[in-house]
């Protein structure tokens, strides 16, 4: 009998999910298949999470929170450019997968790739600096000292649009991401699906980077069957969404009403994998509270 192998056939890999620093199965059993491009060739199946699989991820989000806001702002620029080390690491399977799952050539798979690691080196920069630019003291008409700094909000989920292109939506991903943990907070993302065969590497970037279990989980799975428990859910601060669906913001902001939580809207642009939109101070500061002290000062 001849084996797969001699038949240029493959097993397609199983990729997991990424909760709480481990790659855990979906609950629920299910999967779907991710193909190679212009082909009904299998590359690999994906979990198909569910709501306990994004209830678990919150959880661990929630234990993660205020170790993640504990560690200093150098710490914390340390982890974001050992995601970038460990993304080179990765390089050639990631650029593999691209090309695979979308056909784009060598090349645009190697400049996304690029923009992956710019972006865990930005936002690695501002850690210790965004503070400084954000806050201020305050001018007061009184015997007090005023200042005003910004603190991260908490819990984040992350949502993105499912129609964007392999290239564009990694690069997205990676600098969404990379802004949210930037100021403290933590992150659950729903993986689009030009994207989420990636889940992989980019688990395996974050679980190799120092950084701790729960500051980051990704899911992968149907948009339409999680967003009802993404934007409602009472544990989560805020909600991102990245895409150009105004019908799906305005469902995160009434499901998000009740807990008041803060929907963060970025829309897509012609291009969609812009450099200039990827990488701003203003992405992290969507993602920030601000505190307002007051200190007496005289006699």
């Known amino acids: 009998m001849a084996s797969l192998v001699s038949q240029g056939e493959r097993v397609p890999k199983t990729l997991k999910l990424f909760i709480g620093g481990e790659f855990p199965r979906t609950e629920s059993g299910r999967s779907f298949p991710v193909y190679d491009q212009d082909s009904k060739k299998v590359f690999a199946q994906l979990c198909q999470a569910s709501r306990k699989d994004f209830r678990n991820a919150i959880a661990a989000s929630l234990k993660a929170c205020e170790q993640w806001q504990q560690r200093t702002a150098y710490n914390r620029a340390q982890i974001l450019y050992r995601m970038a080390e460990m993304t080179e690491g990765h390089r050639e399977d990631m650029v593999s997968v691209l090309k695979s799952t979308s056909g784009v050539n060598a090349q645009t798979a190697e400049n996304s790739i690029d923009q992956v690691v710019d972006a865990f080196v930005y936002y690695a920069g501002f850690c210790d ?171």
Request: a negative charge; proline letters at 5%; aromatic letters at 6%.
């Open 129 to 299: 600096k965004y503070s400084q630019l954000s806050g201020c003291v305050n001018p007061v008409n009184g015997p007090h000292h005023a200042f005003t700094t910004p603190e991260p909000v908490g819990c984040v989920d992350c949502l993105f649009d499912d129609d964007m292109g392999a290239a564009a939506a990694l690069p997205l991903v990676a600098s969404t991401l990379a802004s949210i943990i930037t100021s403290g907070s933590v992150v659950t993302a729903l993986l689009p699906t030009a994207a989420a065969a990636q889940i992989a590497s980019l688990g395996e970037i974050f679980a190799t980077s120092d950084l701790p279990k729960g500051v980051v989980n990704l899911l992968t799975g149907n948009r339409s069957e999680l967003i009802d428990h993404m934007a409602s859910h009472m544990e989560v601060q805020s909600v991102c969404y990245v895409g150009s669906d105004r019908a799906v913001k305005e469902k995160l902001k009434t499901l998000g009403a009740e807990n008041m939580k803060r929907v963060v809207w970025r829309e897509l642009h012609a291009n969609a994998a812009d450099t200039n939109e990827n990488l701003r101070l203003e992405n992290i500061l969507s993602f920030v509270e601000y505190k307002t002290v007051w200190h007496p000062v005289g006699n």
